[in-house]
């Protein structure tokens, strides 16, 4: 056995050319494709055990998310500016105040009268978790339409 050191010669790395990235796609025809990939398979797969009348409507159902998904496509997200986001975001930060409210008002009507001998500090007590989740929710939207009303 000989642990002496020996001299191993050093090769040059050749240069391994990689083949170059495919031209990017934008992000509404990977969506589509991706879409289009998984929804397909399915509805082959489920057509045939449906009732025909369901089956059609399952059928135009994909062909209509297949023409919609084509058009959404061609939308090309460099070109919507920060103006025309601008009744978007109005209108996700009113849904979010709403349905908040919303399910708050559910929530105190499911209390009310499935158990209306809890008092209001046990209905908190008991129901804390989805009283939280509801008035943050509104909370965030009242913080997107702030956000909106101090823009420019």
């Known amino acids: 056995m000989d642990f ?4 191993t010669t050093q090769t040059a790395s050749e240069k391994v050319p990689f083949a170059e990235p495919p ?6 025809e990977v969506l589509r494709d991706t879409e289009a990939w998984l929804r397909r398979p399915a509805v082959a797969a489920i057509i045939p055990v449906l009732p025909p009348k369901i089956a059609r409507n399952v059928e135009t159902a994909s ?16 070109t919507i500016d920060d103006v025309e986001l601008r009744s978007p975001r109005i209108q996700v930060g009113l849904s979010f105040v709403g349905f908040g409210a919303l399910m708050t008002v559910v929530l105190l009507l499911y209390l009310n009268t499935l ?3 809890l008092n209001t500090v046990q209905q908190i007590a008991r129901y804390w978790y989805q009283y939280v989740w509801f008035v ?10 702030g956000r909106e009303a101090m823009r420019r």
């Open 63 to 78: 062909s209509v998310a297949e023409e919609s998904l084509k058009e959404v496509a061609k939308i090309d997200l460099e």
């Open 136 to 145: 943050c929710l509104g909370v965030a939207g009242l913080f997107i339409l």
């Open 115 to 117: 158990h209306p001998e």
């Open 23 to 28: 031209v990017s796609r934008k992000p509404l």
């Open 4 to 7: 002496e050191p020996q001299a």
